[in-house]
């Protein structure tokens, strides 16, 4: 790939840290900021360190001033698509994004194509717990239905083109 080391942290409402790993950044296109993961790439966990190794090859995208982010996932992985509900991603520099996940994740399965919205309940804690603003519920609900249309239509970029960035992973 050969791209610049981009560090990809995730943290919760509250600041503290959530999923945090490494990607290869790949570029740019009228959807956003692609970086690429290839198989055995570490994602680690809050302290807890290093949590697993990928066993597929894997994109993500960063759109610009939206309030998600996608994971897209070569076979194995029972998931081809797994969205993010979260706060816009900040770039502190190129090589480092942040973004607050908010809990709500859209997937779509790889074997018949079915969407699904998780982790419903966690967010209404959450909402509670870290006392979630008004507008960042509303945001983050509005997001999770827009996905789950988008990815149950194939609206681009959840029809094809992400494998276009996809196949520059090895």
């Known amino acids: 790939m050969g791209e610049a080391e ?8 509250d600041g503290s ?19 690429g993961a290839p198989i055995g790439t570490i994602y680690s966990k809050g302290a807890k360190g290093e949590v697993y190794a990928t066993e597929e090859r894997r994109v993500m995208l ?33 090589g480092e994004v942040t973004t607050i996940d908010l ?10 194509g079915s969407v699904f919205v998780d982790d419903e309940d966690e967010f209404a804690i959450h909402q509670r717990q870290y006392v979630y603003p008004r507008d960042v519920i509303t945001r ?24 276009t960035w996809l196949d520059r992973v090895s």
């Open 6 to 13: 981009v560090r990809v942290v995730v943290r919760k409402f």
């Open 140 to 163: 983050a609900e509005r997001a999770a239905a827009w996905l789950s249309a988008a990815l149950r239509d194939g609206t681009e970029p959840f029809g094809s083109r992400y494998h």
């Open 62 to 94: 960063f759109p610009r001033g939206a309030w998600w982010t996608a994971l897209f996932q070569a076979a194995p992985a029972r998931l081809d698509v797994y969205c993010d509900v979260t706060t816009p991603p900040a770039w502190l520099h190129k």
């Open 17 to 35: 840290l959530h999923w945090h790993h490494s990607m290869v950044w790949l570029g740019e296109d009228a959807f956003g900021v692609w970086l």
């Open 103 to 112: 809990d709500l994740d859209v997937c779509r399965t790889r074997q018949d």
